[in-house]
């Protein structure tokens, strides 16, 4: 079992930055890890994954703006946001996979996770 808790978001105007954080209770050295948000009226979606194997996914809505990263020595995962436009606000959530192992690439597919924060708010004004 792992639970996550998010931190970070806020609001800002747009062209700003933000760092999103999510705290793990167990170790998520060896999971797949990942980045999603929800936009009112909106499916979630993925934005960032990393996987156990070192790599990274980004959504194209996002990439050269997020950046994704993980601390395995905190348990912590870490999302970048620059150049944040109006269209990115949403509630952010991390997700953990129950699968453990070294192998694992990153994936921006919801049915992989298992594990959910309970998000945090990013709102971006014009």
């Known amino acids: 079992q792992v639970q996550l808790v998010e931190s970070g978001g806020g609001s800002v105007q747009a062209g700003g930055s933000l760092r999103l954080s999510c705290a793990a209770s167990?170790?998520?050295?060896?999971?797949?890890l990942g980045w999603f948000r929800q936009a009112p009226g909106k499916e979630r979606e993925g934005v960032a994954g990393?996987?156990?194997?070192?790599?990274?996914s980004y959504a194209d809505s996002v990439k050269g703006r997020f950046t994704i990263s993980k601390d395995n020595a905190k348990n912590s995962l870490y999302l970048q946001i620059n150049s944040l436009k109006p269209e990115d606000t949403a509630v952010y959530y991390c997700a953990a996979t129950w699968q453990i192992g070294g192998g694992f690439s990153a994936s921006l597919s919801r049915g992989q996770y298992t594990y959910w924060g309970q998000g945090t708010q990013v709102t971006v004004s014009s």
């Open positions: 167990g170790d998520t050295s060896r999971r797949r």
């Open positions: 990393i996987g156990s194997d070192g790599s990274t």
